[in-house]
């Protein structure tokens, strides 16, 4: 089985910039979460899916975040405008509820605000 | 919500030698998972361990659900074990959304 996949894997941009990380769960889990990993602050939950619906979005850290999954397949993590502040690892994962919720995580999306 | 504590927050190794991480949670979970960041930033799942004791090779993960901890012990430690060593139990009681704590990085020397 294919892992979660994210992309980019990398991503420099400048301040101002739309930024949009793209994630694909592994097929058949039901729930996808986003997570932000900076030194200071770890490993932040900022919104998670079920069955493609949003439940929780209350660690997104601002209006300028926005998170879409238009199908179970698929899903997005927008940024507009981004501020260097914006900077971090953001990693997608996706669980089975009847599986235990034993979590899996893409590699990341290492994203720089300059 | 659910306070997660490691403990030790660094820790080194030499190759060969065994060590034992702690993580304490504040509340009653019915979900926790420990998981090896390696240097490269991947994060991968070793266990999911809400009670009882687990076994995978050179690991073994034990959680005592009714004094609020767990244990993740790794024997034989090798340089590939060097890493962040994450714990996450559910973010509140009766959810299963994982929150994690900040970690214990381990660096095994040759």
């Known amino acids: 089985d294919a892992g979660v996949i994210q992309s980019p894997r990398h991503e420099v941009t400048e301040m101002g910039q739309e930024v949009t990380l793209r994630c694909k769960p592994i097929s058949g889990h039901d729930y996808l979460f986003w997570y932000r990993q900076t030194m200071m602050r770890g490993l932040e939950l900022l919104i998670y899916f079920n069955n493609n619906v949003p439940i929780d979005d209350s660690g997104m850290p601002e209006d300028r975040f926005s998170a879409k999954m238009p199908n179970a397949s698929f899903s997005t993590l927008k940024i507009q405008p981004s501020e260097p502040r914006d900077s971090a690892v953001y990693f997608c994962?996706?669980?089975?509820?009847?599986?235990?919720?034993?979590?899996?995580f893409g590699e990341g999306s290492w994203l720089t605000v300059v | 919500g659910i306070q997660v504590e490691q403990s030790p927050p660094d820790l080194i190794l030499q190759e060969g030698a065994n060590s034992t991480l702690r993580c304490n949670f504040s509340?009653?979970?019915?979900?926790l998972q420990w998981f090896h960041q390696n240097p490269w930033g991947q994060l991968i799942n070793l266990f999911y361990?809400?009670?009882g004791t687990k076994q995978n090779g050179r690991l073994s993960a034990t959680t005592v659900a009714t004094e609020r901890y767990s244990l993740l012990y790794i024997s034989s430690s090798q340089t590939t074990d060097s890493g962040v060593y994450f714990c996450a139990v559910p973010a509140r009681g009766g959810s299963y959304i994982p929150t994690f704590g900040r970690g214990t990085s381990l660096i095994v020397h040759p």
């Open positions: 994962a996706s669980s089975r509820q009847d599986s235990g919720n034993t979590i899996y």
């Open positions: 361990i809400p009670s």
């Open positions: 509340d009653s979970v019915n979900n």
